[in-house]
């Protein structure tokens, strides 16, 4: 099915708009002056100041368009100034703008409904938080409570948030200078078969290795002292890692067979980016716990949640959860998370999601293995792709070193500046291109996004 959207035909998103009366010098003076900016050394960086966006697309105060292939953080899935979404956030605000979590409310109530009914399984208690670091947060808390074991398993390339908790958590260098952090998490392999650290050469062999190093760390690091193994779906930020078929049944099997809940990390991945509402509904798998946040009202207000099967939160009939958050569930959250059900359904967006991803991103991209010398790898589903840029085919030798920096990122810099020159925003970590627009996005614009990459490629080419 096929279902065009352009900004033309949606009301609110036919121009930029000038949304504030300072000038582009007074944000950018205010910028540098007194925000203090995240993963940033601060005199190293220079904040382009966003006039306005609507639909997939934003603009700069020169009034040059950018196209959202980053979809901000991944978390825009209904794109910039949605109306319906908008509109959800005032009318809840001259309705009632705030009440704390102990007090029931209606919007609450009813998107913690809408979410257990598209959950798989028995999950059917949503406990929100702000993010998706909180939520990864109170999963361990939960898990560790249910199960009386502290230590949690998580894989290496993985992101899960930057508080205390959840940056244990992370296997990627973002974890490195906040070490040492929460002393019961242990690391491990996850499949990845273009870099395969089993010397695998098809998927079967790969989820079967990952497996069999999967039970082998859970029997030495003993199984009586986990608690949890946590990991994302897809893997994104690290890499759009999608399982082979198999690998997550079987860390659901490992799970059972040593008495271990399985985390669900779904804040990147849920709420359609692959055209699921949750992404473990694609791999036949019901885990104890999911993680969500980003795409759940599209980072309009901040909001992210655990969803909890019955047999968890029945531990906690008689026994108080230890933890809770001042916002948690704010209504001014959940109204675009209400509203976001409602779009999703109307305009059919996870079929378009998964059209899209089939009929116009995959083979396009696929191409490129062919066309472009850097190429090294394509991968993912729906609209949820990575681009593995590479010096030499035959080695797989990246573009750029892991964890380049400073002049070491100086060739996947100049791919990203040819992207932007042709007016397109682009997701870029290490040496992969990642394609993430926002689920609205219109065929017209997909295609043109993916002819700026094409033409970028070809300085990624040149190195
Ligand atoms: N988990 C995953 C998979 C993520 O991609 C992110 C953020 O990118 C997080 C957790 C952390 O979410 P937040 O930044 O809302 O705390």
């Known amino acids: 099915m096929t279902i065009e959207m352009t900004h033309e035909s949606a009301p609110g998103r036919t121009k930029a708009v000038q949304p504030s009366e300072q000038s582009e010098a007074e944000v950018r003076a205010n910028d540098r002056a007194h925000v203090f900016h995240s993963w940033s050394s601060q005199a190293q960086i220079n904040p ?4 306005s966006g609507a639909g997939a697309t934003f ?20 794109g910039h100034q949605h109306p319906d979404l908008v509109a959800s956030i005032q009318e809840q605000a001259g309705r ?20 257990s009914e598209v959950a798989p399984g028995s999950l059917n208690k949503v406990l929100f938080t702000n993010g998706g670091a909180d939520a990864n947060e109170y999963a361990v808390r939960l898990a560790r409570r249910v ?25 990627d260098p973002r974890r490195w200078s906040n070490e040492p952090g929460d002393g019961s998490v242990a690391h491990f392999f996850g499949p990845y078969l273009y870099r395969s650290a089993f010397h695998a050469t098809t998927e079967a062999e790969e989820s079967a290795r990952a497996l069999e190093h999967l039970e082998q760390v859970i029997v030495l690091e003993g199984a009586s002292t986990i608690g949890a193994i946590i ?55 019901t885990p104890d716990l999911i993680t969500f946040a980003k795409g759940v009202n599209s980072g309009y207000v901040p909001l992210g949640g655990v ?16 933890g809770g958050l001042t916002y948690s569930g704010h209504p001014l959250a959940c109204a675009p998370g209400v509203a976001t059900f409602d779009v999703f359904e109307r305009d059919g967006i996870l079929e378009r999601v998964k059209d899209l991803g089939e009929r116009v991103v995959a083979p396009t991209v696929q191409a490129w293995l062919a066309s472009h010398p850097s190429v090294g790898d394509v991968r993912g589903t729906g609209l949820f792709w990575a681009i593995e840029l590479v010096l030499d085919k035959a080695t797989g030798e990246p573009l750029v070193p892991f964890n380049a920096a400073g002049a070491d990122a100086a ?20 040496n992969r291109l990642h394609i993430a627009p926002p689920l609205i996005i219109s065929e017209e614009d997909l295609v043109r996004g993916l002819a700026i990459i094409d033409e970028a490629l070809t300085v990624a080419d040149g190195y």
Not at 148 to 170: D, E, F, P
Not at 411 to 430: I, R, S, T, Y
């Open 307 to 322: 969803v909890i099967s019955d047999e968890i939160a029945s531990f906690f009939d008689n026994v108080p959860f230890p």
């Open 231 to 285: 990991l994302e779906t897809i893997v994104g930020t690290n890499g759009v890692l999608v399982p082979p078929a198999g690998y997550l049944p079987g860390v659901r099997a490992l799970c059972d067979k040593y008495g271990i809940m399985y985390i669900a990390d779904e804040v990147m991945v849920g709420f359609g980016r692959i055209g699921e509402w949750f992404a473990v509904n694609a791999f036949d798998v």
């Open 147 to 171: 199960t009386g074991k502290r230590k949690v398993l998580s894989m290496y390339r993985s992101y899960h948030g930057s508080t205390a908790t959840a940056i244990s958590l992370t296997g």
């Open 59 to 78: 603009w700069d105060y020169e009034g040059n368009a950018y196209l959202d292939f980053s979809s901000q953080l991944v978390n825009l899935n209904l």
């Open 96 to 115: 009632q703008a705030t009440i704390q979590p102990a007090m029931a409310s209606d919007v609450r109530g009813e998107l913690a409904r809408r979410i």
């Open 411 to 430: 060739p996947m810099n100049a791919v990203a500046a040819a992207c932007k020159a042709a007016g397109l925003w682009p997701f870029v970590h290490f």
């Open 48 to 51: 382009m100041p966003v006039a």
